[in-house]
């Protein structure tokens, strides 16, 4: 039974890699695939695409607020730039939300009419209330009149936009933040809510997929977000180009779209008090029933605390103190499988002409020991859904963004400069290995070599995900060590 006993430890292990490694490349287990569904409502020509670098000839037309620095050009009523004013890029300038080629070009159900729309030159008119500021853009087109109306929000990070006079929409994309963080461990892209559940539109079979009176739309990056919600019903369509590239195109079913956004951080709170369901944005995936308690806890201790790598460090302790007594319970199942080993051999050797027999006799020994075979092996398959929510949440949480820690670690999102914190976690990832009991020598080789492989996958890790897993490799180093001579 010492080989099964091995085998189960290190099925274990290596579950954990599998699924450490399926995160790492991109592979959410909670991706849902979306339905490819084309609607009579939507069967629409393709609007004409504007060329990557357009060289418009309005006036532009520059708007700040406590959040903003927006600016809008008056060819199309284009949103051209949109900065965020308290978030920085890796450049520390305020961080861009909207690509080169600007936000929210119009969209009618026929081609010639959206380029007439795009190369319109609108009269603008702005209006600086107390709470917001208004600009209102003004054309002729076809003996109508063409009106296209921002509001920006001095408290919020709000925008509402409406357009009137004729049949058209916006649309927008390929990305949204050119400049934020890479996210092959995070799905990133467009969302839409149809007020049961979100789906990630992924477009791996198709190059569009359509929407009907969606409650939301969004297109997210890895800590940002421009959320659409429309306030008339609305034909949403959505298209891939390229690997990454996403255009989303919103028409309203009458002659009026009247929407209000989000566009700015993806702060778990801040998306949540809308009530729409916004915090979605933020990708927990499958155990983010526990990331979110997680979260909260790692935002209550660093107000009292106003370092998030402390925070991390003593949500880690708590989760080894919650898990504590499991940690006992499996080290003393592996410490007592350790001493049947031999009485184990001796039945294999009388009966190895009889498996039956074999396994009964086994079973047998293993009552009278009251040991439980997989007791070394299940209270550390019950930590995963915490590892790995608690891994997810350091991976995404934009309150880690440019967090400073100690010394060198200036940014616990981004990878140690240094590379200290993951070759430590290697090394005490190492040790655990050699006090781990009754490990089979044959197999044994095999498991010192999973802290090589673990090393080199965290070398370009967020810090903050290294610090934790090295704090709890440390508290595990400590916990063995008890157990060894305080719980035999």
């Known amino acids: 039974m010492e080989e099964q006993k091995s085998s189960l430890l290190i099925f274990a292990l290596s579950l954990g890699l599998a699924l450490l490694l399926y995160f790492y490349f991109g592979h959410q287990l909670n991706r849902q695939q979306v339905a490819q569904q084309q609607s009579n409502a939507t069967k629409k020509e393709a609007p004409a695409k504007e060329p990557k670098k357009v060289e418009l000839k309005g006036k532009p037309i520059r708007i700040e607020t406590p959040n903003y620095i927006a600016v809008i050009n008056t060819q199309a009523g284009v949103l051209t730039s949109l900065k965020l004013k308290k978030y920085k890029d890796d450049d520390n300038k305020p961080i861009e939300l909207i690509p080169q080629n600007g936000f ?60 009137s006079g004729l049949p058209y929409g916006v649309y927008f994309g390929p990305k949204v933040a050119p400049k934020d963080r890479k996210a092959r461990y995070s799905f990133v892209g467009p969302l839409v809510y149809d007020g049961k559940k979100v789906k990630e539109v992924k477009l791996k079979k198709s190059p569009s997929a359509t929407f009907e009176k969606p409650v939301w739309v969004a297109l997210q ?100 103190i919650l ?29 190895k002409d009889d498996p039956n027999r074999m396994n009964q006799e086994i079973m047998e020994l293993y009552k009278k020991y009251k040991i ?18 608690l891994y997810k949440l350091l991976m995404i949480s934009i309150e880690l963004r440019h967090a400073p820690f100690i010394l060198w670690i200036t940014d616990l999102s981004a990878k140690d400069p240094y590379y200290v914190t993951p070759i430590l976690m290697g090394v005490t990832m190492l040790i655990q ?45 400590i916990e063995q060590l008890m157990i060894k001579h305080i719980y035999k």
Request: aromatic share 14%; net charge positive; charged share 20%.
């Open 372 to 389: 439980n075979p997989l007791g070394g092996c299940l209270p550390m398959l019950l930590q995963i859904p915490v590892f790995f929510a």
């Open 104 to 163: 929210f070009w119009n969209y009618a159900p026929r081609k010639d009419l959206t380029r007439a729309l795009n190369q319109l030159i609108f009269i603008p008119t702005v209006e600086d209330a107390k709470d917001k500021v208004i600009v209102k853009l003004t054309a002729s087109l076809n003996n109508a009149t063409i009106t296209k109306m921002y509001t920006f929000s001095k408290k919020e990070y709000r925008i509402s936009l409406k357009a």
């Open 221 to 320: 990056s890895l800590y940002f977000t421009v959320t659409l919600i429309p306030q008339e019903p609305v034909n949403v369509k959505i298209t891939k180009e390229g690997k990454k590239d996403y255009y989303v195109y919103i028409l309203p079913e009458k002659d009026l779209l009247v929407s209000w956004g989000f566009a700015g951080p993806k702060k778990y709170d801040l998306l949540k008090s809308y009530g729409l369901k916004l915090e979605e944005n933020i990708r927990f995936g499958i155990f983010g029933i526990i990331s979110k308690p997680l979260l909260y806890l790692m935002n209550w201790l660093y107000k009292i605390i106003p370092n998030y790598g402390v925070a991390i460090i003593i949500i880690t302790i708590l989760i080894k």
């Open 433 to 477: 290995q050699l006090l781990t009991p009754g490990q089979d020598p044959k197999q044994s080789k095999y498991m010192l070599a999973l802290p090589v492989v673990f090393t080199i996958i965290f070398l370009n890790f967020p810090s903050g995900l290294c610090l934790y897993f090295l704090v709890s490799n440390i508290i595990s180093i």
């Open 323 to 351: 898990f504590h007594p499991l940690t006992v319970k499996g080290y003393k199942s592996m410490n007592k499988m350790k001493e049947i080993q031999p009485l184990i051999q001796q039945i294999r050797e009388a009966y």
